[in-house]
């Protein structure tokens, strides 16, 4: 889709409706990767927010690597909802939390990040002089998106949380600018304004306008794949599509061979290795169909729509390697046992097990690249270690997801997808040695958080039991 709309030239007045609003970079940055972006994380998830993202922001000027690393920044406090909830939906199906609890509880947890990440998101491209010259905009950007999250979460359920959160953000955002606008315009693209000179810093100028149809016809493929998104996401569509075709396949030599014993579950249960090829209800399958429908909107014949997709194909093969393969990691981990030894040697920590067991979450989407992958090879172990130290497990499996959310910005796939969408190929390793040291001190302060809501009044106020 994103490739269609680049050859077509939607894409340049969809980056031109954007910088449009504003010419300086650390909003644009605000509106575009953090706000834009948790609207594609909770419309699909799995990597396409910073694919879009990433591609919007090298496209406005943007280096390689700010384009890239800031992307990853900025998708972490919406992960935990991504994909219409998946994450959470999946750690209460497998793991026998109340969904509309752990939700809850996920809810209490992330607004105080939502608030964070711009802030943080900015000072990690402009510094603190130029995160403190935009931090109204930033404050309207971060509460506006928390309050619906904390809402949401709280009293509808996991679903819609990043999309109505997002859409709010951004309106809240450029209603702001409407009558706000920063002393001096950031005009530089480079991280923390490395090449910013005084001829950089000057009054806004005159943007590119684009007329009222070019403008609907940009944005009109990301209105059809936020809806058959929407729509492949309710559980009657899904359940309607798997009735027409979903077969199943039982893993010879692997299904009901594994044996889970105590304490990691109450009693003796065998493991199933069932695979599902649920091709009509993937949420991919949505996405393939929004861009065939767009396509012909666009005016493609069938001929070039088939070209593009395999062109597309050969583009991110090297990503679509990689997920494969982190996913054959994860299910080897799950099935081996590892997850769980690893589970119960974190439950040694006692008292600091709120910190570790957060810990355990990013780790596991570090290692896996999803949130969802996270909560299932750690959301049961959560659950055990919770009721051996007398704590909630709401908190923890939480706590998994919350935690998991800083690990997202260092996972090979997220890494991978931002390099090939911004066309940064074999520069894998400095994407990573920039965001690491952001991703370890978020969730560090995502564990202190959790430490807080375990032992200290009026934090523990906030935990549901």
């Not at 959160?165 to 490395?194: D, E, H, N």
Request: hydrophobic content about 55%; aromatic content about 12%; glycine content about 10%.
């Amino acid at each position: 889709l994103h490739q269609l709309t680049e050859q077509n030239g939607s894409f340049k007045v969809l980056q031109d409706s954007l910088s449009g609003i504003t010419e300086d970079r650390r909003i644009q940055l605000l509106l575009i990767a953090f706000s834009f972006g948790a609207f594609f994380e909770g419309a699909a998830g799995f990597g396409t927010p910073v694919a879009v993202t990433a591609a919007i922001l090298i496209g406005l000027g943007f280096s390689p690597l700010a384009a890239s690393g800031l992307s990853l920044i900025a998708n972490t406090a919406p992960v935990a909802f991504g994909a219409l909830g998946t994450p959470v939906i999946t750690l209460a199906k497998v793991h026998g939390y109340d969904l509309m609890e752990v939700t809850a509880m996920i809810g209490r947890q992330l607004p105080f990040f939502s608030v964070l990440v711009p802030f943080w998101l900015i000072w990690a491209f402009a510094g603190r002089k130029g995160m403190m010259e935009i931090w109204p905009a930033i404050l309207v950007a971060g509460l506006s998106f928390a309050i619906p999250q904390f809402l949401v979460s709280n009293y509808i359920g996991p679903e819609l949380v990043d999309i109505i959160a997002a859409i709010v953000s951004m309106v809240c955002l450029v209603g702001f600018l409407r009558v706000w606008q920063p002393k001096k315009v950031w005009t530089s693209a480079s991280l923390r304004g490395k090449d910013v000179s005084a001829s950089e810093v000057k009054p806004p100028q005159p943007v590119v306008q684009h007329s009222k149809q070019a403008l609907i016809a940009a944005w009109m493929p990301w209105v059809i794949l936020s809806v058959f998104v929407f729509i492949w996401g309710l559980p009657s569509v899904k359940a309607w599509l798997n009735g027409f075709f979903a077969p199943s396949f039982p893993m010879a030599g692997l299904h009901n061979m594994i044996e889970k014993v105590p304490p990691v579950v109450p009693k003796p249960t065998k493991e199933g290795a069932v695979y599902v090829l649920n091709l009509l209800s993937a949420t991919g399958t949505a996405i393939l169909l929004s861009a065939v429908i767009s396509g012909f909107l666009m005016k493609y014949n069938p001929v070039a729509i088939v070209r593009t997709f395999f062109k597309t194909i050969w583009l991110v093969r090297y990503s679509l390697l990689t997920i494969v393969l982190m996913l054959a990691l994860g299910t080897l981990t799950r099935y081996s046992g590892t997850d769980t030894t690893l589970g119960l040697a974190f439950a040694n920590t006692g008292v600091l097990y709120p910190f570790f067991g957060t810990l355990m979450g990013w780790l596991g989407v570090a290692l896996t690249g999803s949130d969802t992958a996270s909560n299932v090879l750690f959301g049961g172990m959560q659950k055990v270690a919770a009721d051996q130290l007398g704590l909630s497990p709401n908190l923890m499996g939480a706590a998994n997801s919350s935690g998991g959310v800083m690990g997202k910005m260092i996972d090979a796939q997220s890494i991978v997808v931002a390099s090939t969408a911004t066309r940064w190929f074999n520069r894998e390793g400095d994407i990573l040695r920039y965001v690491f040291f952001h991703s370890i001190a978020l969730a560090c302060l995502v564990g202190l958080y959790v430490t807080l809501q375990a032992y200290v009044w009026p934090f523990t106020l906030m935990v549901v039991h």
